[in-house]
């Protein structure tokens, strides 16, 4: 197995740990995460110290193993789908579980949700007509600021937090109205490659 593929089996399994850490009620289970107070402000949970720690490794090894398959000019099929998936259980995964817990808007997760199948049927479609559409710069930014977002809130907006600067929920927010954009965007691309008419 490649190492661009290893990367990405790593973050499926980070992103599987992050998600059951974050929904195992442990206090039912008689585990309870040390609680700390920053700066006498803010209650920090351990619990999501860890998942923010092992959500920022995860993000990294999505950046890596897409730069080393490009290097190495090695991206397979099989590495393509499992990227692809990889990506949507961190992100989607843990998104579900914020706004759960109400860390977040429900809105969010729908958001993102019904975007990545909206890609996904298009992307089916496209390749069923033999054409290929490429990620564009706004899915990519969208992705860029979820990982940043979600990775802040796992932290508790530390240090912003303590200034009243909340940075996680402006980055998550741009992240999903660029999901919307990017959407667009690709729904217009791709019914232009596939010659597809609306009556």
């Keep these: 197995m490649s190492l661009p593929n290893k990367l990405t089996i790593s973050r499926m399994v980070l992103a599987g740990i992050i998600i059951f850490l974050l929904i195992i009620?442990?206090?039912d289970l008689g585990i309870v995460f040390p609680t700390?107070?920053?700066?006498?402000?803010?209650v920090?949970?351990?619990?999501?110290?860890?998942?923010g720690f092992l959500f920022v490794i995860a993000s990294v090894t999505d950046y890596l193993d897409g730069a080393i398959a490009r290097k190495e000019k090695s991206m397979s099929d099989f590495g393509a789908v499992m990227d692809a998936i990889a990506d949507k259980i961190l992100v989607d995964g843990v998104l579900i579980i914020l706004a759960y817990l109400g860390f977040i808007s429900v809105i969010v997760p729908v958001v993102a949700v019904?975007?990545?199948i909206c890609m996904d049927s298009?992307?089916?479609l496209a390749a069923k007509k033999g054409t290929i559409i490429k990620a564009q710069i706004w899915g990519k930014a969208k992705t860029v600021f979820l990982l940043i977002g979600i990775s802040l809130l796992l932290f508790y907006n530390l240090p912003f937090e303590i200034w009243g600067i909340y940075l996680a929920e402006i980055f998550i927010d741009i992240g999903t109205v660029l999901s919307v954009i990017s959407l667009v965007i690709y729904f217009i691309e791709w019914k232009n490659k596939i010659g597809l008419k609306l009556n």
């Design 25 to 27: 009620p442990w206090q």
């Design 36 to 42: 700390f107070y920053v700066m006498g402000r803010v």
């Design 44 to 51: 920090v949970d351990l619990k999501f110290l860890i998942a």
């Design 114 to 116: 019904v975007r990545d």
């Design 122 to 124: 298009m992307r089916i």
